[in-house]
């Protein structure tokens, strides 16, 4: 398929599924503005990946795309609301500048997508550890895993933790 053909084939998808697809996210959000900007990344994602969905499959395929994103949303408002909810509580000379809590709310969004994209024990592991401030024996213990496997999850989360921070190094 030509680049001309798959320009076409996307503006087809497009104009015969845009609207029905920002209705469907607005009807889901309650929100047009944020049913609008999912509608656009939706189709951002398919002009990225280079993927064009079958005609019979074109809506099933959006609407998958689309829940991704609206689950991307709401995970990144929960992560915002608390970190706001944290600095809240914080004397007002201590609190960070608005370009600090915009650099801080990149790195934990940053953080937080790198994790997720970790197996659920080595992700468990890592929170267990840096949240609950568990040592490797309790971790062990409590997931039922060697001492040895707790240090290569450790191992795996943290560098995933590094490359999301610095892709450069990467």
Known sequence: MSAGDASQ?????YGENHGWL?????????NAFDAADLAQD????ILVSGRMP?????RAHLTQIAKGLVIDLHRRRVLEAAYLEA???LPDHLAPS???????LEALLLL?????????????????????????SEIAARLDISVGAVRKYMLRAALACHVALHPEAA
């Open 9 to 13: 084939d996307l503006q087809t998808l």
């Open 22 to 30: 920002q209705g469907w996210l607005r009807r889901r959000l309650g």
């Open 42 to 45: 939706t189709f951002v994602r």
């Open 54 to 58: 079958d005609t019979a499959q074109s």
């Open 87 to 89: 600095l809240a509580v």
């Open 98 to 104: 608005p370009e600090e809590r915009a650099l801080a």
């Open 112 to 136: 937080d997508a790198a994790l997720g994209s970790l197996p659920a024990k080595v992700r468990e592991t890592f929170m267990l550890s840096q949240l609950d401030g568990l040592t490797y």
